[in-house]
């Protein structure tokens, strides 16, 4: 069974950081498009981030402040976010499967889930 699991968030300051991971189990990175996703109270999930047969994509709100990477012998994959604002509050997911290019940012896309990460930017 494929099973993804979060861990890594929390309650930060604006302007600090945090590193997220998604420890996978029952698939590896080969074949696989794997990516973030996020939802704060009374909004759609949203597209961050995804790792794509070697590509690295970002949505624009998080491009420069957020790194997508893996670690292949862990099978573990990560999102470092750094300069954290008030507006990046949400709940983080990672997620698999295999979009198309043209749907790689549609959450319908992708088949399994991570039960998710609370991450909280406030003063």
């Known amino acids: 069974q494929v099973q993804l699991v979060e861990s890594g968030g929390g309650l930060v300051r604006p302007g600090d950081s945090l590193r997220l991971s998604c420890m996978l189990s029952?698939?590896?990175?080969?074949?696989?498009?794997v990516g973030w996703f996020r939802q704060a109270p009374g909004k759609e999930r949203e597209f961050v981030s995804a790792?794509?047969?070697?590509?690295?994509y970002y949505a624009d709100s998080v491009k420069g402040r957020f790194t997508i990477s893996k670690d292949n012998a862990k099978n573990t994959l990560y999102l470092q976010l750094n300069n954290l604002a008030p507006g990046d509050t949400a709940v983080y997911y990672c997620?698999?499967?295999?979009?198309?290019?043209?749907?790689?940012?549609?959450?319908?896309?992708?088949?399994?889930w991570g039960q998710g990460t609370q991450v909280t930017v406030s003063s």
């Open positions: 029952g698939i590896t990175f080969n074949g696989y498009t």
């Open positions: 790792l794509r047969q070697g590509r690295t």
């Open positions: 997620a698999a499967g295999t979009p198309i290019l043209s749907s790689m940012r549609a959450h319908t896309s992708y088949r399994s």
